[in-house]
């Protein structure tokens, strides 16, 4: 008899909608609703797009789920009251950091760092230390570590604690032994440990990363378990899993214990999607270019695979966590176009969710990138979300010309064009830093277009950058979900080592190896990942002597110098340009743990006749930025367009939650999956 649980459910949250994507495994088949975020009451909002898309979740054998719950508490400093608990004379480690002024505030003298997360009152230095390669100088004191967690409960209120030592990476016991003796005096504060999280050097780092675990720990537990709750009542009893940011997935549990991984784990769905549609389609070089409601997220896939980091940005707070080489700038469909000294400004605020956009008419007042493309003509106002929801154009024309278009002297067409144009701007510096400022060409890429406004910027983005092709998917303001469904269960575990790769001991590395793989497969095994499933990753982080930045490299099973030292050079090439013969030194050593996963099956359609005419729903007046003036566009129902067909711009192909913009100049061709490809009319010939 068959396994009756033949569902997957994946939902992402977004700064505006909660997305929710089903898939069926015996047919391929999948369904896609959306339901607006509750940022008051997060979980609500999953559970009400879960309702909306009417899935039986007794038959969901797999729940995987990305949030920026942790990323938002952070930034909306909505996080638990924290306390730190360090060496005696180190308290003030996290209050100074690198003491640097972010590189967009260089020349501005005025500029004021954003207030700590933790009060300096409560942070305490306790008794005891190692020295820089491990060893005890100092016994931890028992008696002052009870005094810190005292003070910092009783007397600050704080309801989680930090712990990180000087050089802990080396030797956790001092870490460990305060964190056993806070939990057995305060069993209900929750306690982050540096060394249970990170194993790196950079003491300020990994305090850093420490403090933001412990900041939002307690509110993403407070979700998780709501969520569990929430599931387990409409019968869902599957598996679990939440999102990284560094791509892969984690059990619920897990997630739990290590909130900080999740912080970006939102864009890595799409990104893991990406990757997934990059090997099937056979573009190993790939551009991600996810808009959503608030925010705008480029990532470089390389060769086939998305170019990683081990260290993010959170505001001014440094990560040492797995993370995709994101780009993110504050544009979205719900960033709010401004004026500035006459100058029109687009982002970062945004109207969120709540109350959104103008033409939402739920009290939204400031004219945003939505309003645009309604004015613009580009959303059909009694076709959004498939006609779930009414639109009020006239209420988005209004703010638009109050706002922005009569202090400019515009029309209010004008004006929305210009917010496109700004808009682009912005993007087009996004996605240089990941490209041009990393030695690449982007004119040797294709760009994914994904997210809810996605598709309405991107083929005027591969014409200002000379980007040869656009891909579309289907339900692209749902692509990050879809992605989801794609991830495999990853942990990640490192190493500081801190040695010439000429000098190191290559038999002590490998046991170095060996031992962290070991704690791999453990927390593979805690996720119930087969023996069958899983596969172990050995990198090198490695630089040269003196250098600051480092690169990372692909070790074999088999340590050899001389290969090492040769794929170092060949990236640090790529990179940078030239090798050096300078002595190279071995920072860490990294393994990720992978526990492969089935992917959803990109099926393959049957060919149409070629006649798109099927699928014409109306022509529309709409401004066209190839003549930059109002044209008449033919507007396609997606869903009736079929493998074969082509047609050119100016074009709209509505597929109810969101909206492909295609000028005239470029043309659209669909591929036997069905994905939109939008190129210039001449390189389409």
């Given at each position: ?18 997305d929710?994507?089903e898939l ?33 979740l ?5 729940f ?30 996290f209050?100074?950091g690198?003491?640097?002024?972010p ?12 207030e700590?997360l ?9 008794r ?8 005890v100088?100092e016994?931890?004191?028992?008696a ?5 967690a005292r ?22 016991s ?17 306690v982050?440990?540096?060394?249970d ?5 950079r003491e ?15 509110i ?22 939440i999102?990284r940011?560094?791509?892969g997935s984690?059990?619920?549990?897990v997630?739990?214990t ?8 939102g864009?890595?769905?799409?990104i ?5 549609i ?22 470089v ?19 040492l ?27 970062p ?18 004219p945003t ?6 004015v613009?003509?580009y ?16 209420a ?19 004006a929305a ?5 700004v ?25 994914l ?19 040869g ?10 692509f ?19 040695a ?13 190896f ?32 003196g ?12 340590l ?7 794929a170092f050079?060949?990236?640090h090439?790529a ?32 060919p149409g ?9 109306a022509r529309?007046?709409?401004y ?13 129902d997606?869903?009736?367009l ?18 492909t913009?295609?000028p ?10 069905g ?11």
């Amino acid at each position: 008899m068959p396994d009756p649980k033949h569902l997957r459910l994946a939902v992402d949250i977004g700064g505006t909608f909660v997305d929710a994507m089903e898939l069926d495994t015996r047919t391929h088949e999948v369904r896609f609703r959306k339901a607006s975020t509750t940022p008051a009451r997060p979980w609500e909002g999953v559970l009400d797009a879960v309702t909306a898309l009417g899935t039986d979740l007794s038959e969901v054998e797999l729940f995987i789920h990305g949030t920026t719950l942790g990323l938002n508490a952070v930034l909306e400093r909505r996080g638990e009251p924290t306390g730190i608990v360090t060496n005696d004379g180190f308290r003030d480690i996290f209050l100074i950091g690198r003491g640097n002024v972010p590189a967009d505030h260089m020349y501005d003298f005025q500029y004021e760092r954003p207030e700590s997360l933790v009060r300096r009152r409560h942070t305490a230095g306790v008794r005891g230390r190692l020295d820089h390669r491990g060893r005890v100088v100092e016994e931890l004191d028992a008696a002052g570590v009870r005094e810190a967690a005292r003070v910092l409960v009783e007397e600050g209120g704080v309801v989680s604690i930090a712990v990180c030592f000087l050089h802990s990476f080396l030797d956790p016991s001092h870490e460990r032994e305060a964190a056993r003796i806070i939990r057995e005096a305060y069993p209900q504060v929750t306690v982050s440990v540096s060394t249970d999280i990170v194993r790196e050097y950079r003491e300020y780092e990994r305090t850093s990363t420490t403090v933001l675990d412990a900041y939002i720990r307690p509110i993403f537990e407070r979700y998780v378990d709501r969520l569990e709750r929430g599931l387990a009542e409409r019968g869902f009893d599957g598996r679990f899993l939440i999102m990284r940011s560094g791509g892969g997935s984690m059990t619920s549990a897990v997630a739990k214990t290590s909130p900080t991984h999740t912080v970006l784990s939102g864009p890595a769905g799409g990104i893991v999607g990406a990757a997934h549609i990059a090997a099937a389609l056979g573009r190993r070089d790939l551009l991600t270019f996810d808009i959503g409601g608030t925010s705008l997220d480029a990532c470089v896939i390389e060769h086939g695979s998305p170019v990683a980091a081990y260290e993010a940005q959170l505001e001014h707070f440094p990560l040492l966590i797995p993370t995709y080489d994101i780009r993110t700038i504050g544009a979205g469909g719900g960033s709010i176009a401004w004026l500035e000294r006459g100058l029109l400004k687009v982002g970062p605020q945004s109207a969120g969710a709540d109350p959104g956009p103008v033409c939402y008419g739920r009290g939204g007042t400031r004219p945003t990138v939505t309003d645009a493309a309604v004015v613009l003509g580009y959303v059909d106002p009694d076709r959004f979300l498939s006609g779930a929801m009414e639109l009020r154009a006239d209420a988005a024309r209004a703010a638009l010309d109050e706002q922005v278009a009569g202090p400019l002297g515009l029309s209010p067409e004008a004006a929305a064009a210009g917010v496109f144009d700004v808009l682009l701007a912005k993007t087009v510096g996004a996605v240089r830093q990941i490209t041009v400022e990393r030695g690449h060409d982007p004119r040797g890429f294709s760009l994914l277009a994904f997210g809810g406004a996605g598709p309405l910027l991107a083929p005027l983005l591969a014409a200002e950058m000379g980007i040869g092709e656009v891909i579309v998917p289907f339900a692209p303001s749902g692509f990050s979900a879809w992605g989801m469904l794609s991830a495999d269960i990853v942990d990640d575990f490192s190493r500081t080592v801190m040695a010439t790769l000429d000098d190191a001991d290559l038999d002590g590395l490998e046991t170095v190896f060996k031992g962290v793989e070991a704690e791999a497969v453990a927390s593979l095994e805690a996720q119930r990942v087969p023996a069958g499933r899983m596969v172990l990753e050995r990198q090198f982080e490695l630089r040269y002597l003196g250098q600051e930045h480092s690169l990372i490299v692909t070790a074999g099973r088999d340590l050899d110098r001389d290969a090492i030292r040769r794929a170092f050079e060949e990236t640090h090439a790529a990179r940078y340009g030239h090798a050096m013969d300078n002595r190279v030194q071995i920072l860490n050593l990294r393994v990720r743990g992978v526990g492969r996963t089935d992917r959803p099956e990109l099926v393959v359609r049957p060919p149409g006749d070629g006649d798109a005419g099927r699928a014409l729903l109306a022509r529309r007046d709409a401004y066209d930025f190839g003549t930059r003036a109002t044209a008449s566009f033919a507007v396609y129902d997606r869903a009736l367009l079929e493998p074969g067909d082509a047609f050119d711009g100016p074009a709209l192909i509505d597929e109810g939650t969101s909206t492909t913009v295609v000028p005239s100049g470029q043309r659209v061709e669909v591929e036997e999956h069905g994905y939109l490809l939008v190129r210039l009319v001449e390189a389409a010939s």
